[in-house]
Nanobody, 128 residues
Framework: QVQLAEAGGGSVQAGGSLRLSCVAP????????VGWFRQVPGKEREAVASIHNGGGATYVADSVKGRFTLSRNNANNTEYLEMNGLKPEDTAIYYC?????????????????????WGRGTQVTVSS
């Protein structure tokens, strides 16, 4: 079982920035889909961004396009979600997830059901 771990959440004012990180101790995410999702109480978990580390295909939700950026550090096997220009509506628990079953030629899924490994989440709170 692969357990992912997020870090980097916190509280910021609107317009601020945070960088979330995601690791999978003992496992290499360098060839799989890695997705970032967020959830607020009472709402469904939504896909924020994803990248297939094997094929390079990326997805960024319209709501965060131009503000959030994906990256990966191969040296330390860490995924990052750089979040700039944060808005109060970005407040949520953010999760990273991995889909080890999708081929490198495919686009990563936006459905949480397709991801087989998850982190526990990190809270991001943006105040106005």
């Amino acid at each position: 079982q692969v357990q992912l771990a997020e870090a980097g959440g916190g509280s910021v004012q609107a317009g601020g920035s945070l960088r979330l990180s995601c690791v999978a101790p003992g496992h290499n995410l360098g060839s799989v889909c890695v997705g970032w999702f967020r959830q607020v109480p009472g709402k469904e978990r939504e896909a924020v961004a994803s990248i297939h580390n094997g094929g390079g295909a990326t997805y960024v939700a319209d709501s965060v396009k131009g503000r959030f950026t994906l990256s990966r550090n191969n040296a330390n096997n860490t995924e990052y979600l750089e979040m700039n220009g944060l808005k109060p509506e970005d407040t949520a628990i953010y999760y990273c997830a991995a889909d080890s079953r999708r081929g490198y030629w495919q686009q990563c899924s936006k459905s949480e059901a397709d991801y087989n490994y998850w982190g526990r989440g990190t809270q991001v709170t943006v105040s106005s």
